[in-house]
């Protein structure tokens, strides 16, 4: 599982690949030439890892069990293994931020939602957080608790929720054009409002499509205005 490794200093920032792309996916569309400025001057560090969506949700020769279970060896490679070669990286203190656009942005938010005690925020763009969406019609125990959408409706834990609700950066967008779904990023906000849990919901507007040039807006922008 490679990583790739932007900038020297700032708070670290941790991509998650659209689909059954790779670690290199956003170089390549371009994302990190568009916040190069704020990892030159220090302002964010950035780690890009790989997906497992090709060996699980997105692999239509898998049963559907064991694309489950190897969603939750992804979710364990990066709290036990991606997180500690971030502080190894940067610094116990350091803050992570978890951000991804299309697949990736579900991957985020989850990530970010069931360990708020390692990560500090998410930036999720363009995303759909019921996990459902993907599974061809199976649901699981691991399908509800990968699905955000599901389980936070639900999240009444007393450890977890005052967590969630003094976090400062939780930022969901989504744009209005082809391809998009705001209606997904809506729900997902009604539910944080219902809990409490202080968030951003940035709709834009229709000009702005499910493609690479809306998430190379959306993130300089935020990094410009929230950061």
């Not at 001057?41 to 699980?56: D, L, P, Q, R, W």
């Not at 493609?211 to 990094?223: C, E, I, N, V």
């Given at each position: 599982?490679d ?5 020297h200093?700032g ?6 690949p659209?689909?059954a792309?790779d670690f ?9 030439e ?6 030159e001057?220090?302002k964010v560090k ?7 969506n090709s060996e699980?949700?997105?692999?239509n020769?898998?049963h559907?069990?064991d ?5 939750q060896q ?5 709290f036990h ?11 116990q203190?350091?803050?992570?931020i978890?951000?991804?656009a299309s697949l990736?942005?579900l991957?985020a938010?989850n ?6 005690d390692?990560?500090?925020g ?9 996990l459902s969406?993907y599974?061809?019609?199976y649901?699981?125990?691991d399908?509800y608790?990968?699905?955000?959408e ?13 967590m969630?609700q003094s976090?400062?950066h939780?930022?969901f ?5 082809d391809?998009?779904n705001?209606e997904?990023?809506?729900r997902?906000s009604?539910i944080l ?6 968030h951003?919901?940035d709709?834009w507007?229709?000009?702005?499509k499910?493609?690479?040039p809306?998430?190379?807006d ?7 205005t929230?950061?």
């Amino acid at each position: 599982m490679d990583i790739a490794v932007y900038g020297h200093y700032g708070f670290a920032l941790l991509l998650i690949p659209t689909a059954a792309a790779d670690f290199l996916e956003y170089e390549r569309f371009l994302l990190i030439e568009s916040i190069r400025r704020h990892i030159e001057g220090g302002k964010v560090k950035v780690f890009s890892i790989n997906s497992i969506n090709s060996e699980s949700w997105l692999n239509n020769h898998m049963h559907p069990r064991d694309k489950s279970i190897r969603h939750q060896q992804f979710n364990s490679y990066v709290f036990h293994e991606v997180v500690p070669f971030i502080r190894t990286h940067t610094s116990q203190e350091t803050p992570i931020i978890t951000c991804g656009a299309s697949l990736g942005a579900l991957h985020a938010a989850n990530l970010f939602f069931k360990r708020p005690d390692l990560f500090e925020g998410v930036i999720a763009m363009s995303g759909d957080y019921n996990l459902s969406t993907y599974t061809k019609g199976y649901h699981d125990e691991d399908v509800y608790f990968n699905s955000p959408e599901q389980y936070m409706a639900n999240l009444d834990d007393q450890h977890f929720l005052p967590m969630l609700q003094s976090k400062k950066h939780i930022h969901f967008l989504t744009g209005s054009g082809d391809y998009e779904n705001p209606e997904a990023a809506r729900r997902m906000s009604g539910i944080l409002h219902g809990k409490g849990i202080p968030h951003e919901l940035d709709v834009w507007g229709p000009d702005m499509k499910h493609d690479w040039p809306t998430w190379r807006d959306m993130l300089p922008y935020y990094l410009d205005t929230r950061f």
